[in-house]
């Protein structure tokens, strides 16, 4: 099974998820372990 790299925690994992990011008028796609991305969505409530 492959593996992938948080981009956040830099932590391996199994299973990720993929987020775009933008900066300005760039965008780029990021992975994000399970945790990350429970709290990445968490600080979406609350903006």
């Known amino acids: 099974m492959p ?5 956040y925690c ?3 994992t199994e299973s990720a998820h993929m987020i775009t990011v933008f900066q300005g008028q760039q965008e ?3 992975l994000l372990c399970d945790t990350c991305y ?3 969505l968490e600080s979406l409530k609350s903006e």
Do not use: G, K, L, P
């Not at 593996?3 to 981009?7: E, H, L, N, Q, V």
């Open 3 to 7: 593996t992938y790299r948080c981009a």
């Open 10 to 12: 830099e932590h391996q």
């Open 28 to 30: 780029r796609n990021e």
């Open 38 to 40: 429970a709290d990445w």
